[in-house]
Nanobody, 123 residues
Framework: QVQLVESGGGLVQAGGSLRLSCAAS????????MAWFRQAPGKEREFVGA????????YYADSVKGRFTISRDNAMNTVYLQMTSLKPEDTAGYYC????????????????WGRGTQVTVSS
């Protein structure tokens, strides 16, 4: 059974940085794609970025491109979301998701989800 556990959220001032972690277990993830989504109060969950575990190829939503970086640690079975130059509009619950196969921006393509970690950016 796939389990995803996010950590690293918190309160940070605008312009600051945070690194989120997603610890994955229950599978060999070399054929999986991992993604980060976020959801602000009253808004739909939106795609942030994704990584193909085997190749390490990443891509991002335009709103975070150049500020956020996704990476993975094969030995630790962990995916990271490094966030820099944070803005108040980045405030949201951040969710890690996994799917077997190619990366996707579509929320419904991901079968496995973590419970999320809250990021709050103060102005």
């Amino acid at each position: 059974q796939v389990q995803l556990v996010e950590s690293g959220g918190g309160l940070v001032q605008a312009g600051g940085s945070l690194r989120l972690s997603c610890a994955a277990s229950g599978r060999t993830f070399s054929s999986y794609a991992m993604a980060w989504f976020r959801q602000a109060p009253g808004k739909e969950r939106e795609f942030v970025g994704a990584i193909t575990w085997g190749s390490g190829f990443t891509y991002y939503a335009d709103s975070v491109k150049g500020r956020f970086t996704i990476s993975r640690d094969n030995a630790m079975n962990t995916v990271y979301l490094q966030m820099t130059s944070l803005k108040p509009e980045d405030t949201a619950g951040y969710y890690c998701a996994a799917r077997e196969g190619l990366r996707s921006r579509a929320l419904y393509d991901y079968a496995y989800w973590g419970r999320g970690t809250q990021v709050t950016v103060s102005s």
